[in-house]
């Protein structure tokens, strides 16, 4: 069909075959006319003359609210308002959303009076789709932990995120058309000439571990994944990276690597000590492993032990310092901060010791000693043997604060363990070896004690064998009578050892005069020792006394024959009872030889010889049995005595007891 450009008709077929969306409505708003693509748009195809306003099935406002039809843009025209374009949403009947554009306008007729509108519909649907596509991108590199950059392939930083702002410490506004170098270490900016290389190439970069410098000037450890951008030509123009700190990881990562460390050293270290027998090999090896797992600027370990004589010692292994660092300051272990480690109370980890309350309290000092090395960052871990006994401390210093954390005090911890195991062996050897020792020296005089006595018994038998003369067979009798007591006593000595260190030492209690006890005592020795007066001296008529009468008449003899023993020179000992309201005294005092202060304890543990005395017989038992038997009264023994000055026993029995 040919129509006349001329013809009213022309204009409505170009109108109905228009690619833009049209129609029309008389003043009264019912639809005269559409075209094809606004029936297109609609998806359907409403009647002329009937539907008013709009050709759509719904209308919406933009944010989703429902739009009456006599409010659409369209009817809203007819009325009066004047509308530039509004944006709509409509619903198709196959109910998929269309975002519209419309141009409601109205139509004059020749007298000017509002006729009818005429509406232009454009389908902004997917340029609001790429809007809303952008807008959650721009969200999704916002929120993003990861630094998101872009930046131009001469190194020129074009956008920068939140988590750009957050790991590399600059503002958008501070980064913005500056150099990427800012962010490079520079050492390391010739390796970002290679990532631009390989961006021109289009090559990505993966995953790449680095250093980048934050503005604060931290260097920290970051995986850098950088992209070609391309323009719509496909041409690169320029490179986006994301960069993740990776700091957490690389700090899980070393501290992955410092507990398999610490790991393998408690195990090396368990090793090595728990093959040591020294004592101060174990401390030193101990200071020393544990002072280098720390980062102590020094470490020392106090050992509490015990010689002999039980008496306490202390012993020490030092690293980092020289032992003259120590050497002069002692070792308060009362004050308050010292104190629970001594006590075995709890590990005590400071950050910085001068700042805890416990600080300062003990004088002299009130804090650190002066010359002291300078103590901020304290640890002390308690040293418990499995007996539960604390046997000493571990204590670490640095002069800066925050150095010992918490994997520090656990490795310490178990080295501590592993040391007090390894000490307990150590003591335990040693006590074997000492006893050993001991016991090879006790055979040696306990056969030589024995056979004394019975050397002499021969010799007399021998001399009665030969002679008939009365009275020296009478003196003979009696010397060998007095050996074969010797040697009795000796032999009961070593039954009692056995039988107080299996605890089977019995006591039968009753009641007695002690001072006719004495007084049978002195008259046996006054036969048996004549080179010695026994002079008794007692105030009162009687001493009643509840007690094992054989085990206090032991004790009696065996301090009498002590006092005669070891008075070669004298003529006399001493023998004195005393009586109170708490108990009872006895007091055996002699002229002799006397006992230096340093082995007066001494004395009263088993075997123990003092040195004063190399020729005069013993076995070092007595004394032993003596303080055994009246600890088991509940008594106490003792003595008080000057070398060369002669010496004076004595032992109280309570008025009551009873034995253990
Ligand atoms: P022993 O006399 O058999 O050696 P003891 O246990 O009775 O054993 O005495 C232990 C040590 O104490 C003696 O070896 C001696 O060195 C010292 N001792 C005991 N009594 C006296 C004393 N009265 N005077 C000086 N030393 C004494």
Not at 11 to 25: D, F, R, W
Not at 94 to 105: A, E, G, I, Q, T
Not at 391 to 401: A, C, D, E, Q, S
Not at 458 to 486: G, H, M, P, W, Y
């Amino acid at each position: 069909m040919t129509i006349d450009p001329s013809d009213d008709q022309y204009y409505k077929e170009l109108l109905l075959q228009s690619p833009i969306a049209a129609y029309t409505c008389d003043a009264q708003g019912v639809l005269t006319f559409y075209n094809h693509a606004a029936a297109a748009l609609w998806g359907r195809h409403p009647e002329i003359g009937k539907d008013r306003w709009c050709g759509s099935w719904k209308i919406f406002h933009p944010d989703g609210r429902p739009m009456a039809l006599d409010e659409c843009p369209m009817a809203r025209v007819l009325q009066g308002t004047e509308l530039q374009q509004e944006e709509i949403v409509i619903e198709r009947p196959d109910h998929s959303l269309r975002s519209l554009l419309v141009f409601p306008r109205p139509i004059f007729n020749a007298a000017g009076q509002r006729s009818g509108a005429h509406n232009t519909l454009v389908d902004i649907s997917s340029h609001k789709k790429d809007e809303e596509r952008s807008t959650i991108w721009s969200a999704i590199v916002a929120s993003s932990g990861d630094a998101i950059i872009s930046k131009t392939l001469e190194g020129i930083i074009t956008t920068w995120n939140r988590g750009a702002e957050k790991i590399f410490g600059y503002t958008e506004n501070e980064v913005i058309g500056k150099k990427i170098d800012i962010l490079i270490p520079p050492d390391l900016l010739a390796e970002e000439k290679m990532i631009i290389s390989s961006i021109r190439e289009g090559i990505r970069i993966d995953h790449y571990q680095t250093t980048r410098l934050t503005k604060t000037g931290q260097l920290i450890p970051i995986s850098l994944t950088v992209s070609p951008v391309k323009d719509k030509q496909g041409r690169i123009v320029g490179a986006s990276k994301i960069a993740r700190d990776i700091s957490v990881q690389h700090r899980q990562e070393e501290q992955l690597r410092q507990t398999a460390q610490s790991l393998e050293l408690v195990s090396a270290i368990g090793k090595i000590i728990s093959e040591k027998l020294d004592v101060n090999d174990i401390l030193q090896k101990v200071t020393d492993a544990t002072t280098k797992v720390t980062g102590a600027a020094f470490g020392a370990f106090f050992y509490n032990t015990q010689n002999e004589a039980g008496e306490a010692l202390m012993l020490y292994s030092l690293c980092g310092a020289p032992r003259e660092a120590f050497e002069h300051l002692g070792m308060p272990r009362n004050t308050a901060i010292f104190s629970p480690t001594f006590n075995g109370e709890a590990i005590l980890r400071s950050d910085d010791i001068r700042k805890d309350p416990r600080y300062g309290l003990n004088s002299p000092n009130r804090g650190m000693p002066q010359g002291h090395l300078p103590v901020v960052s304290y640890m002390a871990v308690p040293v418990v043997s499995t007996s539960g006994k604390v046997i000493g401390g571990l204590f670490f210093g640095h002069p800066k604060p925050g150095v010992f954390r918490q994997e520090h005090e656990d490795v310490v911890s178990s080295i501590a363990s592993q040391a007090a195991v390894a000490l307990d062996n150590s003591r335990l050897f040693e006590e074997v070896k000492t006893l050993n020792a001991k016991k090879d020296e006790f055979i040696a005089l306990a056969s030589h004690e024995l056979k004394t006595p019975l050397t002499t018994i021969k010799s007399c038998l021998q001399i009665l064998q030969k002679t008939d003369d009365e009275k020296v067979r009478k003196l003979f009798v009696e010397k060998s009578i007095n050996q074969a007591d010797k040697l009795n006593l000796l032999v009961s000595d070593l039954f009692d050892i056995s039988k107080v260190e299996a605890g089977k030492l019995q006591m039968t209690v009753e009641r007695f005069d002690l001072l006719v006890l004495a007084q049978d005592l002195i008259e046996t020795f006054r036969h048996s020792r004549e080179s010695h007066d026994i002079a008794l001296s007692c105030a009162v008529q009687e001493v009643w006394v509840a007690a094992d009468k054989q085990r206090i008449e032991q004790v009696l003899t065996n301090l009498l024959n002590n006092a005669i023993k070891y008075s070669p020179g004298a003529k006399r000992v001493y023998l004195q009872l005393q009586q109170s309201d708490t108990g009872i005294t006895v007091t055996v005092k002699d002229e002799g030889i006397g006992i230096a202060p340093d082995e007066q304890k001494k004395i009263f543990t088993r075997f123990y010889r003092a040195g004063s005395n190399p020729n005069i017989s013993g076995l070092g038992l007595g004394l032993y049995l003596s303080r055994e038997i009246i600890e088991r009264h509940r008594g106490h023994i003792g003595v008080q005595s000057e070398p060369g000055k002669g010496a004076t026993f004595y032992f109280n029995l309570p008025l009551r007891h009873e034995t253990r």
